[in-house]
């Protein structure tokens, strides 16, 4: 076998001290990185390392081709913002492998990171304190229906609910729609962040109720979190807590 490997690593929220030591360790053994644009543009270049930054929508074939190259014993980093895992390329790069009998051998590592709900919880206090969802709300990947349903049914669960891919300009009218949805589901007076490129230098993060919240709060590096029913603010801090009342 070639002494190739994969690391699937997630790069956390943007701030670099939000990277992981196993992260940055593999990083600095890798030959090559793969990943969507931005990602990639976060690693710092050196000798010895070849970049391959690949547009959007394109993991399936991103995947293949770290597949490949390991397998030419090259050390190649794939790399996800916040976790590999979260709506992102470790999946990806199973899906490949499902369709590659000839590469499962693959010395592969699934490397963890900060994904942006927890970044953008930890901000804002607790508002993840108690049982949680995160619901990807891009169509890209599923029906728009599917999103619908499984809102509802978080919103009736009783969760509090972390929201990916928010709002983009190709889909602008989704994101009202889901407010919608909340609004005949939950009181009002529900709580809900807009966290806004959490970590980097244009970081915001703003609270209002369901009642105030608008769709132009939202956009693709936001994440929104939805408190549950007993979510409340403390000073300048929202937090959910630990228990529910019998
Ligand atoms: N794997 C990533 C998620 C990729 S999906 C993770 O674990 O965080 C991309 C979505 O993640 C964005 O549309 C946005 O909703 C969210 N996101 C990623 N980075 C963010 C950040 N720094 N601040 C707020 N939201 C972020």
């Known amino acids: 076998m070639s002494a190739g490997w994969i690391a699937v690593a997630g790069l956390g929220p943007g701030d670099e001290a939000l990277v992981t030591p196993e992260v940055t360790a593999a990083l600095a053994e890798a030959t090559d990185v793969v990943g969507y644009i931005p990602y990639v543009a976060r690693v710092a270049p050196r000798e010895g390392l070849t970049l391959h930054p690949s547009d ?8 293949g081709f770290a597949l490949d190259l390991a397998a030419k014993g090259r050390r190649v980093v794939i790399v996800s913002s916040g976790d590999p895992g979260v709506f992102a390329m470790a999946s990806a790069l199973f899906e490949a492998l499902e369709a590659r009998p000839d590469r499962q051998q693959t010395d592969i590592r699934i490397l963890p990171g900060i994904t942006a709900m927890l970044a953008a919880a930890a901000r804002a206090g607790a508002p993840l304190g108690h049982d949680f969802c995160a619901i990807n709300l891009s169509d890209n990947l599923k029906p728009f229906a599917e999103v619908e349903r499984r809102l509802r049914h978080a919103a009736r669960g009783g969760f509090a609910m ?18 919608e949805i909340l609004r005949a589901e939950c009181e009002g007076a529900r709580l809900i962040l807009f966290a806004r490129a959490v970590s980097t230098p244009d970081e915001t993060i703003r609270c209002v109720t369901l009642a105030e919240a608008t769709p132009e709060m939202a956009d693709m590096r936001t994440v929104v979190i939805v408190g549950n029913e007993a979510t409340r603010r403390v000073g300048r801090w929202v937090y959910t807590p630990r228990s529910v009342p019998v």
Request: net charge positive; hydrophobic share 40%; charged share 30%.
């Open 56 to 63: 959007n929508r394109v993991e399936l074939d991103r995947a």
């Open 162 to 179: 972390a929201f990916y891919n928010p709002r983009s300009k190709a889909r602008p009218h989704q994101f009202a729609r889901v407010l």
